[in-house]
């Protein structure tokens, strides 16, 4: 079905990995892209394996690489989804916002070797929302005119 497929562009409209996943005949999607605190990494780990388990999709795997001074990791994650059915497509929608909610409470942040973009966009106005009234009138003030990365704001800017 069009729709199906249309609708899962929306949430991830690039594949990453257009030749294996031919191969394969299954699509990869990104759905954890974040920065963990060093010491919560096996945390997030387990919970990303609990909720692949959970939801029955095939890990394409995952990783982390880890950072000084800072002592974070930067993980990130992938699944194996069938884009044509819309039931896989609402469950990995579900399965991104509770792994995205296991790194908050881990005390991580959206965002890592990837970046939020539009994608991630709705797990970092949760990670931001005390200070998202001052970033869109400081979008404002620098860019009046909405001509730096156009069509990329954040909401309600």
Same mark, same amino acid.
């Given at each position: ?5 249309? @609708? ?34 096996? @945390? ?114």
């Amino acid at each position: 079905r069009q729709m199906c497929i249309r @609708d899962s562009k929306k949430t991830y409209p690039v594949n990453p990995f257009p030749v294996h996943t031919a191969l394969m005949k299954k699509p990869i999607k990104y759905v954890l892209d974040a920065t963990v605190p060093l010491k919560f990494t096996a @945390d997030v780990v387990r919970c990303y394996h609990n909720l692949v388990d959970e939801y029955g999709f095939e890990s394409y795997g995952i990783g982390a690489s880890h950072f000084a001074p800072d002592f974070c990791s930067v993980m990130y994650a992938r699944v194996y989804v069938n884009e044509r059915s819309e039931s896989d497509i609402e469950a990995i929608r579900r399965m991104e916002t509770e792994i995205h909610s296991c790194v908050r409470r881990a005390g991580g942040g959206i965002g890592g070797a990837g970046g939020v973009g539009l994608m991630r966009l709705q797990y970092a106005e949760d990670e931001h929302t005390s200070v998202l009234g001052f970033m869109r009138r400081l979008k404002r003030l620098i860019d009046e005119n909405d001509i730096m990365n156009p069509g990329k704001k954040l909401r309600g800017a």
